[in-house]
């Protein structure tokens, strides 16, 4: 694996802002994505995910704000494809060329010996019949794994790779969770965005979660994951819940006849307190899962969207 420059930060996104047509797609985002570990990137659809990947490998350019990759700008590397791989989108690749076509174009272009074909077929297992037949023939889990494989075949310390479990089956997700996992322990960093939010909270070290163009949590996994918000419960859970509103904070109801907040604890015991409510539950929400965090965070900006949406469309 080829670092090019020894950093701890390989991935520094500096309040990257972008907007088409009077519209922001992504607002101020600021996050890093570090050697050794696995980065999540996660958001709701339209978040601005994969605008935030097209800039940081030179696809689009920002409105303001900017990304390093290895220490500088991606259109600055001398040779890019042998320090970053890149798939942002497994489809666009030329379907009347062969999978093995296309890797051979790839190591020409990044002045590599086509011998290293073989050996990166195998590492996505992709089988020598495969490799010669037409793209257009290809499913879209062998085109995931052509795509893994052109974006491994520079032998980078650095993957972006935006939705590469679409497609796979779950043997291919499996082992894309454990080419990515021996690829970070080995000391490169990957930036991985996903829908699929288990493989994410099984595989990531880190967490950014974006919403509305806005990152709206990020850290290490361990510590969002058992500090994700409160879970608070009264008597008259609907007053509660309007005099929680009534103070900027927003709690959804929950089954067990309790409501749950992104709130601190000490917050929102302060707000009861004061409005002369008595808890009857009031805890930090430990242990949640990523699918519970991730719709606790991301609920209120893509209400904030639907809302501009229908406005606009009014």
Known sequence: MAVAVRLSVMIRVDHLTKSYRGVTAVDDVSFCAR???????????????????????????????HVDVLGS??????????????????????????????????????????SRVPETLRRVS?????????????????????GIATALIGDPGVLVLDEPANGLDPAGIRWMRDVLREFADQGGTVLLSSHLLHEIEVIA??????????????????????????????????????????????????????LTTSADPGEVGRIALTAGIALTELRRADSAGLEEMFLLLTAQSQRESHSRHAGEAA
């Open 35 to 65: 050697a050794g570990r696995v980065t999540g990137f996660l958001g709701p659809n339209g978040a601005g995910k994969s605008t935030t990947m097209r800039i940081m490998v030179g696809l689009s350019t920002a409105t303001a704000g």
């Open 205 to 258: 070290d880190d967490l950014v979660v974006i919403g509305n163009g806005r990152v709206v949590a990020q850290g290490a996994k361990h510590d969002l994951l058992s500090t994700s918000g409160t879970v608070v419960a009264s008597s008259d859970n609907a007053r509660l819940a309007a005099t929680l509103a009534r103070a900027g904070v927003k709690a959804t109801p929950e089954g067990a006849g309790s």
């Open 126 to 146: 992709l089988t020598e019949k495969e490799a010669d037949r037409r793209v257009r023939t290809y499913s879209l889990g062998m085109r995931q794994r052509l």
């Open 73 to 114: 700008r991606y259109v600055d590397l001398p040779n890019p494809g042998r320090e970053i791989g890149v798939l942002l989108d497994a489809s666009a690749q030329h379907a009347g060329r062969t999978g093995r076509e296309i890797l051979e174009l790839a190591a020409r272009t990044m002045g590599l010996p086509v």
